[in-house]
């Protein structure tokens, strides 16, 4: 398969996994359940008004590297360099995910993040809590 098709087919599969989380999967019984813990594709726009870009949150990446907190000078960069989260994947997902957690940086915009999405662990909720 080329790489072209490829990434076509992964993008496709992308959107299409996004488009079944955004309505929930229905059981045998008619009752829809909350969608998985999957990343929605999405930020809702708002990310990118808070100068944060179009992309951000919307798949796994350690989007958290790109922002001047975690660079030297940064709030969450130390001696030993940047805290772990830092370089941490994550992205956004639905609000019922119980392993989400409501957005530190767009606290009114209903975003929910979550590492476990992406493989990692949820250790930047225990540092905003001594650190905020």
């Given at each position: 398969m080329s790489s072209l098709v490829?990434?076509?087919?992964?993008k496709a599969a992308l959107l299409l996994g996004c488009a079944a989380n955004a309505v929930g999967f229905a059981s045998d019984d008619g009752t829809v359940s909350p969608p998985p813990c999957e990343c929605i594709g999405s930020n809702g726009g708002l990310a990118a008004s808070f100068g944060f870009g179009n992309e951000y949150g919307v798949w796994c990446a350690a989007w958290d590297s790109t922002r001047a907190a975690c660079h030297p000078g940064g709030?969450?960069?130390y001696e030993s360099g940047p805290a772990f989260f830092c370089e941490q994947e994550w992205c956004y997902v639905h609000a019922e995910c119980k392993e989400g957690s409501p957005s530190v940086f767009l606290p009114d915009s209903g975003l929910f993040y979550s590492y476990h999405t992406c493989g990692g662990?949820?250790?930047f909720d225990d540092i905003v809590q001594f650190d905020p």
């Open positions: 490829s990434m076509a087919w992964g709030k969450y960069y662990d949820s250790l």
